[in-house]
T-cell receptor
């Protein structure tokens, strides 16, 4: 089967660092995405990893290990506005069709 | 960011009503998607259009009917819905090829009474 696992909720303090993990089991792999979704808003694209290693983009970094079926999103210097849901999604393929398999999302609360 | 727009943003309808959701993308993409987002469930892919041709229909009930008149517009026609259809309906678009990164609209919050 195809499965994405990520923690349901996390809490962190303003200015701190938080790591949100995602493990996956999918048939075929064409990359892993992280999206941010504030309550009542659209998911917005944060990062895409297709090769192993760390991709850094400002305060946000994303890591991928394909052999372990594992990724994490690292948020540094947390700000109150980072309170949101963080969605992990894997691009999987079946035949000629490529689709995104989504996790449930991790709801992050940043406290002062 | 106004790359993908959706109207209406909120919709309340009775089970016997007929309504339509509209999505428009201004990103020059060739693929468009309808998703359903319910509480405590992952995003559920409903339909995929590639170059205006439906390429995926994930066993969606016939009371949901998509329409893609051109690569910039996508509609979801609704009729005789059930209360369990209440959810956030998200439209997304992506370029073909490469990572196929999807860009989402703000969604339509649908409530079926």
């Amino acid at each position: 089967g195809q499965n994405i696992d990520q923690p349901t909720e996390m809490t962190a303090t303003e200015g701190a660092i938080v790591q949100i993990n995602c493990t996956y089991q999918t048939s075929g792999f064409n990359g892993l995405f992280w999206y941010q979704q504030h309550a009542g808003e659209a998911p917005t694209f944060l990062s895409y990893n297709v090769l192993d290693g760390l991709e850094e983009k400002g305060r946000f970094s994303s890591f991928l290990s394909r052999s372990k079926g594992y990724s994490y999103l690292l948020l540094k210097e947390l700000q109150m506005k980072d309170s949101a849901s963080y969605l992990c999604a894997v691009s999987s393929h079946a035949g000629n069709n490529r689709k995104l398999i989504w996790g449930l999302g991790t709801s992050l609360a940043v406290n002062p | 960011e106004t790359g993908v727009t959706q109207t209406p943003r909120h919709l309340v309808m009775g089970m016997t009503n007929k309504k339509s959701l509209k999505c428009e993308q201004h990103l020059g993409h060739n693929a468009m998607y309808w998703y359903k987002q319910s509480a405590k469930k992952p995003l559920e892919l409903m339909f995929v259009y590639s170059l205006e041709e439906r390429v995926e229909n994930n066993s969606v009930p016939s009371r949901f009917s998509p329409e893609c008149p051109n690569s910039s517009h996508l509609f979801l026609h609704l009729h005789t819905l059930q209360p369990e259809d209440s959810a956030l309906y998200l439209c997304a678009s992506s370029p073909l090829g490469g990572a196929n990164t999807q860009y989402f609209g703000p969604g339509t919050r649908l409530t079926v009474l």
